[in-house]
């Protein structure tokens, strides 16, 4: 029997509210670990990103199950941090740039400037996810 998918605990939802970049580590065609600072978001159940259609990190992670980890610091304390490690369940166009105008507002609070990219949205399933213990 598969693994239920790992969900972001309540309390830590803020972080996809800040412009918190989120460094994604995966696996690249040469078979080398790779790992960028990416626009991400959380839409209740999967992690999402995005990639011009023709970049490297667009190839890597249109291989089928391309397993990927994605960390992310928050933008007002060191502390506050989450971990998620999942797979890539999925790959859409971004249709009129509509998801990465989202992601823009959001980290530099206008829509994306590169109007000439096809853009595809990666939605990662996770299967992990690690966040830090409280203090006290």
């Known amino acids: 029997m598969p693994a239920l998918p790992a969900v972001v605990p309540t309390d830590m939802l803020d972080l996809f509210e800040e412009p918190a970049l989120g460094h994604v580590a995966y696996r690249a065609t040469d078979g080398r670990l790779a790992i960028w600072p990416m626009w991400v978001s959380w839409d209740g159940a999967h992690l999402l990103t995005s990639s011009p259609v023709d970049s490297r990190k667009g190839q890597a992670l249109r291989v089928p199950g391309a397993e990927v980890a994605v960390s992310i610091l928050s933008t007002r304390s060191p502390w506050r941090w989450i971990s998620i490690t999942g797979r890539v369940v999925d790959v859409r166009p971004d249709e009129g740039l509509a998801f990465i105008d989202s992601q823009a507002r959001r980290y530099i ?27 006290g």
Do not use: H, K, N
């Open 109 to 135: 609070g206008s829509d994306y400037p590169d109007r000439g990219q096809v853009r595809e949205v990666f939605t990662i399933l996770p299967d992990r996810v690690t966040t830090p213990r409280a203090r």
